[in-house]
């Protein structure tokens, strides 16, 4: 089955230190992907996308995210982290024409350390 | 300004009892989307709209109910079959309504059942 992982649920870094959150897919072909970012209590905020073309995607806040088909992984990276960074974050992708909607990984916490 | 509205912010519900939760979106959308979010699970999908008057069940619609009759406004009714409906539920909307387009999320209801 189609399916989307993030294998770490939560993650500790220092500010000004860089980041990277793993997500993997598994589909046969490719699928479009998604990061949304999550503060508490609130909706989700995309913060980018991937549907083709340039496997090295800019988003928004300073973040970015690189699609591997070799090893089916979309990593969010960010250089520098900020406090505001902190939150939860989802990876996400459509896989299944059959279902028509978006498959979420369950989500990995961020804290970012004075 | 376009958005998606959500209300209400919280809910509060006694055991055996129906409750409705609204949401709404101007941005001339076609694709409606409810998810369920538990802590260390994710979003987990209930029923989504791809257009008026049609819905499908997700992974998770046993205890729920919705309707599309305008295009705009995708209510979620939470019944008393629904056995833990204590969660934080999303609600999103999509251009595209073959279910590959980028989503956008309102800013949640908090359901707790007393």
């Known amino acids: 089955a189609q399916s989307v992982t993030q294998p770490d649920i939560h993650i500790t870094v220092s500010e000004g230190a860089s980041l990277e959150l793993r997500c993997n897919y598994s589909y046969g072909a490719t699928p479009y992907l998604f990061w949304y970012v999550q503060s508490p209590g609130q909706g989700l905020q995309l913060l980018l996308k991937y549907f083709s073309g340039d496997t090295l995607v800019q988003g928004i806040k300073g973040f970015e995210a690189e699609f591997k088909r070799s090893q089916s992984s979309f990593n969010l990276r960010k250089p520098s982290v900020h406090w505001s960074d902190a939150a939860e974050y989802f990876c996400a992708g459509y896989m299944d024409t059959g279902r028509r909607a978006l498959t979420f990984g369950s989500g990995t916490r961020l804290q970012v350390q004075p | 300004d376009g958005g998606i509205t959500q209300s209400p912010k919280y809910l509060f519900r006694k055991e055996g009892q129906n409750v409705t939760l609204s949401c709404e979106q101007n941005l001339n959308h076609d694709a409606m989307y409810w998810y369920r979010q538990d802590p260390g699970q994710g979003l987990r999908l209930i029923y989504y709209?791809?257009?008026?008057?049609?819905?499908q069940k997700g992974d998770i619609a046993e205890g729920y109910s919705v309707s599309r009759e305008k295009k705009e406004s995708f209510p979620l009714t939470v019944t008393s079959a629904q056995k833990n409906p204590t969660a934080f539920y999303l609600c999103?909307?999509?251009?595209?309504?073959?279910?590959?387009?980028?989503?956008?999320f309102g800013p949640g209801t908090r359901l707790t059942v007393l």
């Open positions: 999103a909307s999509s251009r595209a309504s073959d279910g590959k387009g980028t989503q956008y």
């Open positions: 709209s791809q257009i008026v008057n049609d819905f």
